[in-house]
């Protein structure tokens, strides 16, 4: 547990190492599905104008991208990830998008954000929260950049409940995405870490749970793709 730990709190640097091949795995290990996902999220934000989002775990900008071209109630967004060369990638793909307010890459830590207290109207978080080692500190950090009445919306992977999908889900996930992954990427171990931090990460109602017991309320979760993953979404009181 505590060599998993160690290991979350230095993804980033993996992160930095698969930057280049981040986005073609991304849509190659999950069929583009991860496009459908994405999409859906931004389905829920609320459509009262002038929202300023914050996006955590932000990697190259995708969910941004997709926030912008689907949600023109947006007025500001600010996208944090500690990952230098992911950040730098995504400037590149936001420097190709004409935005009606040019958004912000900021290389930060989830635990601390350098932002002020209830700024956010929404904060998203697409496949990050898992590579947290401490998670109540990271919800404290949300819930003090919300304002009141704020929503939380995070995407993550879980796994299905069908146990005919779930075998099928596993052995993908544990014998052929480490492969591809390493093929792709030449790194040994990102797509190994990814097969371990989605085991290990404790999604469903015991995340929801987890957020209520940080405060949030209206905490549900919604399952896509038979389980694969779920969004979370969750309210600042």
Known sequence: MQDMARTKRASWQMFNRIAGRYDLLNRLLSLRQDVRWRRRLTDKLPQRDHLNVVDLATGTADLMLTLHQRC?????????????????????????????????????????????????????????????????????????????SGKLFILEFSLPT???????????????????????????????????????????EAFCAILEKAGFTHVHAEPLTFGVVTIYSAVHP
């Open 72 to 148: 023109p109630q947006i007025r500001s967004m600010i996208g944090i990830d500690p990952a230098r060369n992911m950040l730098t990638l995504g400037r590149k793909k936001l420097e190709r998008i004409m935005f009606r307010s040019q958004p912000f890459l900021i290389q930060g830590d989830a635990h601390h954000l350098s932002l002020h207290s209830k700024s956010a109207d929404v904060v998203t978080m697409a496949f990050g929260i898992r590579n947290i080692s401490n998670l109540q500190p990271v919800l404290a950090e949300i819930k003090r950049v919300l304002r009141e």
């Open 162 to 204: 069908h146990r005919f999908i779930r075998a099928i889900y596993l052995f993908y996930f544990r014998h052929i995405l480490p492969r591809i992954g390493r093929w792709i990427s030449g790194d040994s171990t990102a797509y190994t870490y990814l097969n371990h931090t989605v085991e290990d990460f404790p999604y469903g």
